[in-house]
């Protein structure tokens, strides 16, 4: 029987990618507004992000805002973009302060001018930090969007492409692709996240919805993970060799 806790022969994903769905699913169930379950959700991402790192994981993406999610009521977003205003800082700026990189990933230009501004400052905040270990945060993000992109600026400049000079031109250009993307909220599917990162990632699906998914939810995920042999396309005969 497998056991659901960390121990120290488990085998830690360097890079863990989160789809936090089911914030607004929690909060109606309890009869609250949607807002109340985002802000829920928002603590509960910097609580794994610092349990993730104190792990050994060394990179943490969350797709905390869609570019379909901008077709929400604007009450909706709203609330979305005041937790950006009132949190985002003070939150990034307790998990960063290890010396972890953040990026923001996406179409920003989508979002409020000044809520730009506080992640632009944010991330700017940590270019200083060089240990290995970033935060990546999707918003006004879509992968088919920023495959696009990359396309386009390829064209621009007149490039033939390679698959490593191509993944370079994505958002996430230069940071290793996730080997475990989990979704929360009972949904089976990767919506439009990291479509060409994920091409060899593990997948993890819980029905937990996401300000339920807890510290020993995460731990379950990484031992289900460390069972799960990972071929890359070869036999187990050749992975033995090595």
Not at 82 to 105: A, D, P, S, T, V
Not at 183 to 193: H, P, Q
């Amino acid at each position: 029987m497998r056991k659901n806790k960390i121990e120290r022969e488990t085998q830690i994903p360097k890079h863990i990618a989160m789809i936090m769905d089911g914030n607004g699913r929690w909060a109606k169930k309890r009869l609250l507004p949607r807002s109340v379950g985002h802000k829920y959700g928002m603590e509960r991402m910097i609580g794994l992000m610092e349990h993730a790192f104190d792990l050994g994981v060394e990179y943490m993406t969350v797709y905390a805002l869609s570019t379909e999610n901008l077709k929400r009521p604007q009450d909706e977003l709203n609330g979305l973009f005041n937790l950006i205003r009132n949190h985002f800082k003070e939150y990034m700026g307790r998990i960063c302060e290890r010396g972890i990189r953040l990026r923001i990933l996406g179409d920003v230009t989508l979002l409020p001018d000044d809520v730009v501004q506080i992640l632009r400052e944010s991330e700017a905040e940590t270019l200083k930090y060089d240990t290995g270990k970033g935060i990546n945060v999707a918003l006004g993000y879509g992968s088919r969007s920023e495959l696009v992109r990359a396309v386009n600026q390829a064209v621009e400049r007149g490039e033939k492409v390679t698959e490593e000079s191509f993944s370079n031109l994505l958002y996430t250009g230069g940071l290793p692709d996730p080997d475990l993307i989990i979704r929360t909220g009972k949904e089976v599917r990767l919506s439009n996240f990291l479509l060409y990162q994920a091409a060899y990632a593990e997948l993890y699906f819980s029905d937990k919805m996401f300000p339920e998914f807890s510290d020993k939810e995460l731990d379950k995920a990484i031992v289900e993970y460390s069972y799960r042999t990972r071929r890359f396309g070869k036999t187990d005969e050749q992975l033995k060799k090595h």
